[in-house]
């Protein structure tokens, strides 16, 4: 018995050493996440292994999501045409190189016409979501991260229930990752009624690839898209969070096209199904109000780090002040640079993060990120008045971010997102004073504060900065 234990210890060595040298050598991956695979490789020898098989393996996305590339590309190849009319017009100058760094990366349209209403409450979000739903005529696409079988989930899948027997289209995609634990018969009433649902990906071949976009898009004349999911947490009513603070977008106009667009390209790579991209979804819309919109979107099909590119556009542009909110403060190196060079160079930057965990190590790195961050000049902050799940960028009140993108590397590279980039001085300032009245509900993290931090605390710290890159 001794010798088969040994041998089977040698075997888990070299399996090891093997994943090493593929890690290294072959994946090209960024060099904190290798450091960070090859710890957990050499200290969990045997689990290691698997963990990466699941989580880091990279063979597999190139070729799985190549198609969808392909495909991406030919779909929004249309927007091309709009660009030398929609470059004549703008005047300023971060708006005109972010724009034009859409149309390079992806393309990804800059379009004029938008009205924009904020919500930043669950109970008005769902309200203003179920009214416009109610009065959808023709399709109904909604694509959720999460959705729960409770009260919430519930109440919104018997009333696409009710849209469907009334003969409107309706599409569901959902992320099997994000909704393991909802029931197999969830969405049989609604298959029933005649609507379409498809999970986005198999949660054993693409767990680590996650649909973290929530869009919902009525009659190709509205759009929702921004951070709440479905669920009785995100209307305040689960006591381990208390209030759930998020913030979340309805789009009138143009700019549905580009949400219209996203969801279709996702569903025809889920389902194979050819979607007609005809008038019937993208019918013409009246000009409702003044807000420019670039919806950018980001994940393991894409050529770049687009949304990271955005935010990194929008950080050095900055002249007077970076607002950020964001459950997960864990950037990567180019992000953390950006924004202590901008700290250290007079701009007033100020972060807010949740006071409370929603997942294991992630309070911790938090917590060592915005510490690091006070040294440069930066402000940080604890949201006690419930927890903080809002993802939002505001800079100099004058062009800001809300979507599903958190300040991390897994938004960044391994997660399917969206954000709509709003070029419109009411919105943005509007975002402005959210973010100040939240400020008001925050306990400031001062470097004195962060100094006196107990011993286990930067033990925790330190293994969770450790593996944040691949939190």
Request: proline share 3%; aromatic share 14%.
């Amino acid at each position: 018995k001794e010798v088969i234990i040994m041998d089977w210890f040698y075997v888990v060595l070299v399996l090891n050493m093997i994943f090493a040298i593929t890690l290294i050598f072959l994946e090209r991956r960024d060099p904190t996440a290798t450091w960070a695979w090859i710890l957990i490789l050499t200290l969990l020898p045997g689990v290691g292994f698997i963990l990466y098989l699941f989580f880091g393996l990279r063979f597999r996305k190139r070729k799985r999501y190549r198609k969808k590339q392909e495909k991406d590309f030919y779909l929004q190849k249309h927007f091309e045409q709009q660009f030398p009319l929609m470059i004549k017009d703008i005047k300023n100058p971060l708006h005109k190189s972010m724009m034009y760094m859409g149309f390079i990366s992806q393309p990804a349209a800059y379009v004029g016409g938008n009205d924009v209403e904020l919500y930043t409450d669950g109970n008005a979000k769902f309200a203003a979501l179920f009214d416009s739903i109610e009065k959808a005529k023709n399709h109904i696409h909604v694509n959720y991260y999460i959705i729960q079988a409770d009260k919430v989930g519930l109440a919104l899948l018997e009333l696409l229930v009710k849209k469907a027997l009334q003969g409107v289209k309706v599409k569901f995609l959902y992320d099997s990752m994000g909704c393991r634990k909802l029931p197999r018969h969830f969405f049989r009433p609604l298959i029933k009624a005649g609507g379409k649902v498809s999970k986005f990906s198999s949660i054993v071949v693409d767990i680590n690839y996650r649909d973290h976009r929530k869009i919902v898009v009525i009659d190709g004349k509205e759009a929702f898209v921004g951070g709440f999911n479905v669920g009785k947490e995100y209307v305040g009513e689960v006591k381990k969070f208390g209030y759930w603070r998020d913030t979340h977008l309805k789009i009138k106009g143009e700019n549905v096209d580009s949400l219209q667009y996203r969801f279709l390209v996702d569903w025809s790579f889920a389902t194979e199904e050819e979607v007609p991209f005809d008038s019937y979804y993208f019918p013409d819309k009246e000009h409702v109000g003044d807000a420019k919109i670039q919806i950018v979107c980001s994940g393991p099909d894409s050529k770049e780090e687009e949304i990271k590119m955005f935010f990194l556009k929008m950080i050095y542009g900055a002249q007077k002040s970076i607002y950020i909110q964001t459950p997960y403060f864990i950037p990567d190196q180019s992000m953390f640079e950006a924004l202590k060079i901008a700290a250290a160079s007079g701009v007033d930057v100020k972060v807010i993060i949740p006071d409370r965990p929603d997942h294991l190590f992630v309070h911790e790195a938090n917590y060592s990120y915005v510490g690091s961050l006070l040294e440069s000049g930066a402000k940080c902050y604890f949201y006690k008045g419930g927890f903080l799940h809002s993802k939002t960028i505001v800079v100099d009140g004058q062009i800001a971010s809300v979507g599903t993108t958190n300040m991390d590397v897994r938004s960044f590279k391994l997660n399917f997102e969206v954000n709509a980039f709003i070029y419109n001085e009411q919105t943005t300032q509007k975002l402005e004073s959210i973010f100040m009245e939240d400020l008001k509900k925050c306990e400031e993290i001062t470097s004195e504060k962060y100094a006196q931090r107990s011993i286990w605390m930067k033990f925790k710290e330190a293994i969770s900065r450790l593996i944040s890159p691949i939190l």
